[in-house]
């Protein structure tokens, strides 16, 4: 074994994992997301290829074209690692891994309503960083693999999905496109009341910018590449627009400065006030906690400091999580270029 990563089981002699096609199923009642994730690999491979998880159930493993069981062992869970999810390959270059989220998956944060701006609808959010994605899908969480991903939300028709991705579509579920899921929710997959969004992410990213948010969630657009998300209560939305009004000065101050913006879009979501950080730098849309809206435009540097994130952290990472100190101090030398220009107010009071 050739580790790559302290904080990961993933290995430098397997192949790795390029794409991931998620399926997730959204089960409020009970908390929980029944996915599958079909992997597809740099090469195919004889042997066992290792994954990280952290408190997911593992049903199956299934080889995507005879549809016959791959065999697999799931390791007892060390504290900071998780589980070693050991898949015993014999010469494919895919594989499907039928699976469920649990209470204890880390990066999920379930709210009921009465937690809510709304008060009348739940909410879901993750936050992957730094080695939180195990716990939504089987991956090589560390920043040493990148990854890109197509993802299937499968969600109550009256909320919404928002992800750090591409968004393709919202329609109907397809009867049968979901056919693997546990547990029964392949057929619950096309029940009425359930809509399907359909987001992709081609360009590669760390394990741990992969992100979504599901709720009653509504936009306003701010600018030509910023649109800005929050729960469908005007008071809330109005003044996030109004807070982040600037955001293309910030775009256009940083490509002056670092070159284009590479990401396409750079929209913002205001989540639920148990947001655990101020922001977070997830490619194509930033997280941001309700907290930074002061009504006085200040709350745009905690955007200025995820923008920079996007030249330093999600476009040039550092190579594992030994290193992540890398990534905030070039985003906080960014950030200073990015909004000294830009505000007549001492900088200091900024950092």
């Known amino acids: 074994m050739a580790p790559v990563d ?4 993933s290995d430098s002699t397997h192949p790795q994992v390029l794409h991931y096609s998620l399926s997730l199923f959204f089960h409020f009642p009970s908390t929980l997301i029944n996915a599958s994730a079909l992997l597809t690999l740099s090469t195919s491979y004889c042997g066992s290829i290792s994954l990280d998880t952290r408190s997911l159930i593992i049903h199956s493993v299934i080889d995507p074209i005879s549809y016959y069981l791959i065999p697999f062992s799931l390791s007892p869970p060390d504290p900071i690692k998780g589980s070693l999810l050991s898949i015993a390959l014999g010469g494919q270059s895919s594989f499907i891994v039928i699976y469920s989220t649990t209470a204890q998956s880390s990066a999920l944060q379930w709210l009921s309503p009465p937690q809510t701006f709304n008060q009348t609808h739940p909410f879901v959010y993750t936050q992957c960083h730094p080695i939180h994605a195990r716990s939504i899908f089987p991956s090589q969480d560390t920043p040493a693999f990148r ?5 299937r939300l499968n969600i109550p028709q009256e909320l919404s999905a928002v992800m750090a991705a591409c968004h393709v579509e919202r329609r109907p579920p397809v009867a049968g496109e979901a056919k693997l899921l546990a547990g ?12 399907v969004e359909e987001f992709t992410m081609e360009h590669p990213i760390a394990p741990y910018l992969f992100a979504f948010a599901v709720g009653e969630i509504a936009f306003g657009e701010v600018g030509p590449r910023t649109r800005v998300y929050a729960e469908s209560v005007p008071s809330v939305l109005d003044a996030a627009a109004a807070e982040f009004a600037g955001t293309e000065d910030l775009i256009k101050q940083g490509e002056k400065l670092f070159g284009g913006y590479g990401w396409v879009r750079f929209d913002l979501l205001v989540l639920p006030p148990s947001f655990p950080y101020a922001g977070m730098e997830n490619p194509m849309m930033v997280f941001l906690t309700p907290t930074v809206i002061k009504g006085d435009s200040t709350g745009a540097h905690v955007v200025a400091h995820e923008l920079a994130h996007s030249w330093t952290g999600n476009l040039v990472t550092n190579k594992n999580n030994e290193h992540f100190w890398l990534n905030e101090v070039m985003s906080l030398m960014i950030f200073v270029t990015i909004v000294y220009p830009l505000f007549s107010r001492p900088l200091l009071l900024y950092l």
């Not at 302290?6 to 089981?9: F, Q």
């Open 147 to 151: 990854i890109r991903y197509s993802a």
């Open 184 to 195: 029964g929710f392949d057929l619950l997959w096309a029940d009425e009341g359930r809509v």
């Open 6 to 9: 302290p904080h990961s089981y």
